[in-house]
């Protein structure tokens, strides 16, 4: 499933279900011509900051029956139609690709007004094909992820570029929590620099011996996190 997995970058990735021929994207952003070939059929929003709800991203993949899932305080706004709204711990289907949310927030002192866990933000479990894709989206380590347990997830997408979400001991600590059969790490190459980025891809994959270091499909260059 992981070869069927595409980072496009940042906390963005796309999803090809071989088997229905379905595209699913999570939070595109910076998507350039090739990376936006695929016209979506779902697109899952994780909450509203720009670069993860990014509207001229959406446009760049939409056609006349996509799905846009999301929380309310971004999806609301009338621009898009075909919406649906989720909060967190609602289950959904869609196409035959089953759909979990998780609460996404911050839980230090320091990042409270980032992700504030009264906005509803969320993370997902997609499940395609009996593969089970978690993409925690701007997070802390929190209580809730240690449910995941008992979930049997495959692959757990994981930020870990500090400031605004986990870093890396946090994500350490999430991936042990969660025990996925597979951790890849995002939010964090584009944001840390390369020497940066490499000594705690390093790290991580000495302290969770599940993680998988993909390579970015595309490479958007800013220097900003959220």
Same mark, same amino acid.
């Given at each position: 499933?992981?070869?069927?997995?595409?980072?496009? @970058?940042?906390?963005?990735?796309?999803? !090809?279900?071989? !088997?229905?021929?379905?595209?699913? =994207?999570?939070?595109?952003?910076?998507?350039? /011509?090739?990376?936006?070939?695929?016209?979506?059929?779902?697109? $899952?929003?994780?909450?509203?900051?720009?670069?993860?709800?990014?509207?001229?991203?959406?446009?760049?993949?939409?056609?006349?029956?996509?799905?846009?899932?999301?929380?309310?305080?971004?999806?609301?706004? @009338?621009?898009?139609?075909?919406?649906?709204?989720?909060?967190? =711990?609602?289950? =959904?289907?869609?196409?035959?690709?089953?759909?979990?949310?998780?609460?996404? #927030?911050?839980?230090?002192?320091?990042?409270?007004?980032?992700?504030?866990?009264?906005?509803?933000?969320?993370? #997902?479990?997609?499940?395609?094909?009996?593969?089970?894709?978690?993409?925690?989206? /701007?997070?802390?380590?929190?209580?809730?992820?240690?449910?995941?347990?008992?979930?049997?997830? /495959?692959?757990?997408?994981?930020?870990?570029? @500090?400031? =605004?979400?986990?870093?890396?001991? /946090?994500?350490? &600590?999430?991936?042990?929590?969660?025990?996925?059969?597979?951790?890849?790490?995002?939010?964090?190459?584009?944001?840390?620099?390369?020497? !940066?980025?490499?000594? $705690?891809?390093? &790290?991580? !994959?000495?302290?969770?011996?599940?993680?998988?270091?993909?390579?970015?499909?595309?490479?958007?260059? #800013? @220097?900003?996190?959220?």
């Amino acid at each position: 499933m992981v070869n069927n997995l595409f980072w496009i @970058g940042h906390a963005s990735f796309y999803i !090809k279900d071989t !088997k229905d021929n379905l595209n699913i =994207y999570i939070d595109p952003f910076n998507l350039n /011509d090739s990376t936006a070939k695929n016209k979506a059929d779902i697109i $899952l929003i994780t909450h509203a900051h720009f670069d993860h709800y990014s509207k001229p991203d959406i446009n760049k993949i939409i056609k006349e029956n996509t799905k846009i899932i999301g929380p309310d305080n971004c999806l609301k706004d @009338g621009e898009f139609k075909n919406l649906k709204i989720l909060k967190p =711990y609602e289950k =959904y289907s869609v196409e035959n690709i089953k759909i979990e949310t998780i609460p996404a #927030y911050n839980n230090k002192q320091e990042k409270l007004q980032f992700h504030p866990k009264q906005n509803n933000w969320m993370g #997902y479990i997609i499940e395609v094909n009996n593969i089970k894709i978690y993409h925690a989206g /701007d997070t802390d380590f929190i209580e809730e992820m240690k449910e995941l347990n008992n979930k049997n997830i /495959d692959i757990a997408l994981l930020p870990m570029g @500090g400031h =605004y979400t986990m870093d890396l001991n /946090d994500a350490v &600590e999430a991936a042990r929590a969660i025990n996925a059969k597979n951790t890849i790490p995002m939010h964090y190459k584009n944001l840390l620099g390369k020497d !940066k980025s490499e000594k $705690l891809e390093n &790290e991580l !994959k000495q302290k969770i011996k599940s993680t998988i270091i993909l390579n970015e499909i595309q490479n958007p260059t #800013y @220097g900003f996190e959220s």
